[in-house]
């Protein structure tokens, strides 16, 4: 099973979201868990690199919903480790 943490940007622009917001958000990150662990990410999250921090994706949860994250050092051997770098709408990608 896939592990995380969070760093602080994304804690600040978390706590921001709205409760719609942080709904959808956790249903994505659901899928995306449920993904790592059993096989490719469903085309629907639609990740892919993200350009804007080397090493890094996007993934999408809304219409205007997306989230910054890159792997981490797993933590169980085998278990991908998820680090959120940002959460928000497409403003996050302005943010340097």
Do not use: C
């Not at 899928?31 to 090493?55: E, N, T, W």
Request: charge should be positive; charged fraction near 30%.
């Amino acid at each position: 099973m896939p592990t995380h943490e969070e760093d602080e940007r994304f804690l600040a622009q978390y706590r921001d979201l709205t409760p719609r917001q942080r709904a959808a958000f956790k249903v994505a990150v659901r899928k995306l868990v449920h993904d790592l662990a059993s096989g490719p990410i469903r085309k629907g999250l639609r990740v892919k690199p993200f350009h804007g921090i080397p090493g890094s994706w996007e993934m999408t949860w809304a219409n205007d919903g997306r989230a910054v994250f890159r792997y981490g050092t797993s933590i169980r051997p085998g278990d991908p480790h998820v680090v959120w770098l940002r959460v928000g709408s497409h403003d996050i990608f302005d943010e340097s």
